[in-house]
């Protein structure tokens, strides 16, 4: 039985040599495998639709013993030109659909999951964002998936963590500590800017972060507090252009 599915392309391969795989998330069932036969020679079935990132509509089935997935055509949406022309927006979209297609999630999370990556790929089309952006999206996409730390209060006494002080970020309890709970800082430190920043991307989608300014030190900040929490939670380190499971 076939069903139609909109979907963003992840990346595809030959196994033979005209058909094609193909790797996509799906706004309804997450990241999937299907086979295109004959998908590298047919324009009219599959014109267009089958390069990393594009966004397209598929008819999906199943062969007669329902053991693999099969497109039986596909219609594209859209193929984000601009992004495909630049080389540094590739590299800004490679590491953001790396990090989709490396992750566990339930389809509960696909439509968001989906919809986030089709928004960061439309701002990457559009704008020029720095070399930040994708751990934006990566930070956006483990609070998605239910890592949701409160920045804004000690997760120990609940005092509110305003002004310019330094506190410290929990990497294993995901929570922030005021200097009276953890004086000595034992947890990794962060200021209050970096504090607020991450709040402010659990609060924003894609379409904000383009012209983000953020400081050196908060960005570095940033970085290693979501880079150990995301190997931590996730089980995820980003290594040798790839992610690796830990």
């Given at each position: 039985?076939?069903?139609?599915?909109?979907?963003?392309?992840?990346?595809?391969?030959?196994?033979?040599?005209?058909?094609?795989?193909?790797?996509?998330?799906?706004?309804?069932?997450?990241?999937?495998?299907?086979?295109?036969?004959?998908?590298?020679?047919?324009?009219?079935?599959?014109?267009?639709?089958?390069?990393?990132?594009?966004?397209?509509?598929?008819?999906?089935?199943?062969?007669?013993?329902?053991?693999?997935?099969?497109?039986?055509?596909?219609?594209?949406?859209?193929?984000?030109?601009?992004?495909?022309?630049?080389?540094?927006?590739?590299?800004?979209?490679?590491?953001c659909v790396k990090f989709v297609d490396s992750i566990n999630f339930d389809?509960?999370?696909?439509?968001?999951?989906?919809?986030?990556?089709?928004?960061?790929?439309?701002?990457?089309?559009?704008?020029?964002?720095?070399?930040?952006?994708?751990?934006?999206?990566?930070?956006?996409?483990a609070f998605e998936q239910g890592f949701k730390p409160d920045f804004t209060?000690?997760?120990?006494?609940?005092?509110?963590?305003?002004?310019n002080h330094n506190y410290s970020f929990d990497i294993e309890k995901g929570?922030?500590?005021?200097?009276?709970?953890?004086?000595?800082?034992?947890?990794?430190?962060?200021?209050?800017?970096?504090?607020?920043?991450?709040?402010?991307?659990?609060?924003?989608?894609?379409?904000?972060?383009?012209?983000?300014?953020?400081?050196?030190?908060?960005?570095?900040?940033?970085?290693?507090?979501?880079?150990?929490?995301?190997?931590?939670?996730?089980?995820?380190?980003?290594?040798?252009?790839?992610?690796?499971?830990?």
């Amino acid at each position: 039985m076939e069903c139609t599915d909109k979907a963003l392309i992840l990346r595809t391969g030959k196994f033979r040599e005209y058909d094609v795989w193909v790797r996509y998330i799906s706004a309804s069932r997450g990241v999937q495998t299907a086979f295109a036969f004959g998908g590298s020679r047919s324009r009219k079935r599959f014109g267009g639709c089958l390069e990393p990132f594009s966004h397209v509509v598929f008819k999906v089935g199943a062969n007669k013993t329902g053991s693999y997935q099969v497109l039986s055509e596909g219609s594209l949406i859209k193929s984000f030109n601009s992004l495909r022309s630049n080389h540094r927006k590739i590299g800004l979209a490679a590491n953001c659909v790396k990090f989709v297609d490396s992750i566990n999630f339930d389809n509960d999370s696909a439509r968001r999951i989906f919809e986030l990556l089709l928004q960061t790929l439309t701002v990457i089309d559009a704008e020029d964002p720095d070399d930040f952006f994708p751990l934006l999206f990566r930070t956006k996409v483990a609070f998605e998936q239910g890592f949701k730390p409160d920045f804004t209060i000690c997760g120990r006494c609940g005092k509110p963590l305003f002004g310019n002080h330094n506190y410290s970020f929990d990497i294993e309890k995901g929570v922030a500590l005021c200097v009276e709970c953890d004086p000595a800082l034992k947890g990794f430190a962060v200021s209050s800017f970096t504090l607020r920043t991450l709040s402010w991307i659990q609060d924003t989608d894609p379409d904000h972060w383009a012209h983000l300014h953020i400081p050196s030190e908060v960005r570095s900040e940033c970085f290693k507090v979501m880079d150990r929490f995301m190997a931590y939670h996730l089980g995820l380190v980003w290594e040798e252009a790839g992610y690796r499971r830990v």
